[in-house]
């Protein structure tokens, strides 16, 4: 019986289909000194599927804090033991970032809200910010505003929202013991919707959360079966006031694995480097995954820690030979 890599080479590499559950788990379980190969394999998937083109993404936060929802990673719950206030973002500002975004060559601009799903509050501020973005920015805009409605659906597209993030989070099994108040099922819902709608689809999730490794891989196959156009891939940073403050960060081997593991489940997706991705890789490991199959990374603030800023990100796709991803080829 050939290798899992083996496997892979053909399957993935030569045929474009992504691994099956259990193979993805394989990877995840591969030793210390398989890691170079396996990173190489996924990077070499990367280009032949997806090409050398980084997409570059700005995300800006329209309502920080204040959730209702109680996902043990997350800084922006309200129901945790020290909670945030919900803060706003006014318009002007909101068009700013889309400014900024747009001048370090992003192609996208994601307007994010800490909220279980959208009220009429919200989705009139998303209107109004989308009209006034479009009069003096040319960006894709995306949105990620958490579970929908039938006719929120409707609106967000013909508002022109050019993809909808909503993440699972984690595979299945595993979301009831991370969040209580809603879910997986729900989430899943919105993502059918969001994709019947024409939107494209962008869901991923943390890595980290406590679960294991089997779950990870059912994680990979679960967004294998929704096949999104992007998948961001988190690793938790354990937030200070959230139930998860105390658990360790992933070990970076095991990031870097689930990265390349990701890849050879996903091999035509964009596969975006998201949040706690310095505090568990570090530069270099930040370089390997770029060199291990992820195609795309977001400048600028993260939604509640700062990431790298924008000009180092850049330089090092510069230094790698990587190119920005043009607006006119996503149109
Ligand atoms: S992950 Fe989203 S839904 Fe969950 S608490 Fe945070 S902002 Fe709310």
């Known amino acids: 019986m050939p290798d899992v890599l083996d496997r892979a080479r053909s399957q993935v590499l030569e045929g474009g289909t992504g691994l099956s559950e259990a193979d993805v788990l394989e990877v995840l379980r591969l030793p210390d000194e398989r890691l170079p190969e396996a990173l190489q394999l996924a990077h070499e998937v990367r280009m032949r599927w997806c090409g050398p083109e980084v997409e570059v993404e700005g995300i800006v936060s329209l309502k920080t804090g204040g959730c209702p929802e109680d996902c043990h990673f997350c800084s922006q719950s309200g129901v945790f033991a020290s909670p945030v206030r919900s803060v706003w973002l006014d318009i002007p500002s909101l068009v700013e970032a889309a400014k900024q975004t747009a001048a370090t060559g992003a192609t996208e601009f994601c307007i994010v809200a800490a909220v279980r799903g959208p009220d009429e509050r919200l989705m009139a501020q998303v209107r109004a910010g989308i009209a006034a973005i479009r009069a003096e920015v040319d960006i894709n805009i995306a949105a990620s505003l958490g579970i929908l409605t039938p006719e929120q659906v409707d609106e967000l597209v013909q508002l ?172």
Not at 165 to 184: D, G
Not at 241 to 256: E, F, I, M, S, Y
Not at 263 to 282: N, S
């Open 160 to 331: 022109g929202v050019h993809r909808y993030n909503h993440n699972l989070e984690t595979a299945r099994s595993y979301f009831p013991q991370v969040v209580t108040t809603h879910t997986w099922d729900e989430r899943w819902e919105t993502l059918q919707m969001v994709r019947e709608s024409g939107m494209e689809v962008c869901c991923g999730g943390i890595l980290g959360l406590g679960e294991t490794v089997a779950q990870r891989a059912e994680f990979a196959s679960q967004l294998a079966e929704l096949q999104p156009h992007e998948v961001p891939l988190n690793f938790l940073n354990p937030r200070p006031g959230t139930p998860l403050a105390d658990r360790d960060v992933l070990d970076a081997k095991d990031a870097l694995r689930a990265i390349a593991a990701f890849r050879l489940a996903l091999p035509r997706t964009i596969l975006r480097y998201a949040g706690g991705r310095e505090i568990t890789l570090g530069d270099l490991g930040t370089r390997g995954g770029l060199l291990g199959g992820i195609n795309a990374v977001i400048v600028g603030n993260y939604l509640t820690t700062l990431g790298r800023p924008a000009a180092a990100a850049l330089a090092l796709l510069d230094e790698l030979k990587m190119p920005v991803k043009a607006l006119s080829a996503t149109l």
